[in-house]
């Protein structure tokens, strides 16, 4: 399961400090030096932690105690909520345009889980809130990604926009848009192609089909299993193209849990989804505060 080193850990610290009736400075210095500790191991960036751990000390030294809680139990309650704002606060729902459709593009790098994750989108617009989403394969580079995406819709029984793979992303984008209109799909979920790696060409392609299909919504697909890398790939992503959120996938593995408690405080972009196995319907909401309650048990 994700997260199990890090939640054992940190369970592990606040149980020392659970049931204190008196919590000195030197107890909170304690507890914090193995919060910190913790949440380095688990991949987690450091600044990221430098900043958390300086925000919890600050709060739990000078915090009121309340009556119903023992002091204890208050500073543990203040990393919950810091936990939860580390990971966004709120949940961040995914776009709806003012007029339809409500255009998506689906970036990442390859191997990350785009095209399965455009699928569960998919899948999950019509379900929880009764949309009529047409899925592009746009992904024309590599060979199994349109075959993919078309056995995928054949599954959920929703429709799939393709071309083969000797037209031009711009192009099928453009067509796609104007299908779209025509069979009033309200969601248009646009599945780019990836590369190994964050390069130029990349960028560029993606680049010019934001600039025709001027999407509502830029999610982007980061393997959590990556750790620090699922960050430094977001970061390169957002400077480049502008983000407006993101899907951990892989979060059903034992990853460390370092992408998802870093991601929102580097790039400044929510986590809108979390992706729990392979199969279309393992895609759920992303939840910053039942996920800091999961770690802290
Ligand atoms: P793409 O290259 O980014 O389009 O990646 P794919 O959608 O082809 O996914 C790559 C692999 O990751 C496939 O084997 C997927 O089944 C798997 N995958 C995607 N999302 C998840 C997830 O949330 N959990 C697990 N366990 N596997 C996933």
């Given at each position: 399961m994700a997260f199990e080193g890090l939640a054992e850990r940190l369970q592990g610290t606040l149980n020392k400090i659970r049931g204190k009736g008196k919590v000195s400075e030197q107890d909170v210095k304690e507890m914090m030096r193995e919060v910190r500790l913790a949440l380095l191991e688990a991949d987690v960036n450091f600044k990221v932690v430098k900043d958390f751990i300086a925000r919890v000390k600050e709060r739990a030294v000078g915090a009121d105690v309340f009556e119903s809680l023992t002091p204890g139990q208050q500073v543990i309650k203040i990393v919950n909520e810091e936990l939860t704002a580390l990971m966004g606060g709120e949940q961040s729902k995914i776009a709806v345009a003012?007029?339809?459709?409500t255009v998506v593009m689906m970036v990442g790098l390859q191997g990350a889980g785009k095209t399965t994750t455009t699928g569960k989108l998919a899948n999950h617009l019509r379900k929880k809130h009764n949309r009529n989403p047409l899925m592009v394969a746009a992904d024309i580079y590599r060979p199994a990604a349109i075959k993919q995406l078309e056995t995928l819709g054949k599954q959920l029984n929703m429709p799939v926009f393709s071309m083969g793979d000797q037209v031009s992303p711009v192009e099928i984008a453009r067509e796609a848009l104007a299908k779209a209109k025509e069979e009033h799909n309200d969601y248009v979920l646009i599945d780019t192609a990836g590369r190994l790696h964050v390069d130029e060409d990349l960028m560029g392609e993606l680049d010019e089909i934001k600039e025709l299909a001027k999407p509502d919504e830029i999610l982007l697909v980061v393997d959590a299993m990556t750790g620090q890398d699922a960050v430094n790939v977001a970061e390169s992503f957002n400077e480049r193209l502008g983000i407006t959120g993101v899907v951990l996938t892989?979060?059903?593995?034992?990853?460390?849990?370092g992408a998802a408690l870093s991601v929102k405080a580097v790039t400044?972009?929510?986590?809108?989804f979390a992706g729990m196995g392979e199969k279309v319907d393992q895609l759920e909401p992303f939840h910053p505060d039942r996920m800091a309650s999961r770690i802290l048990g």
């Open positions: 003012p007029k339809s459709p892989k979060l059903d593995g034992d990853t460390r849990g400044d972009t929510p986590i809108k």
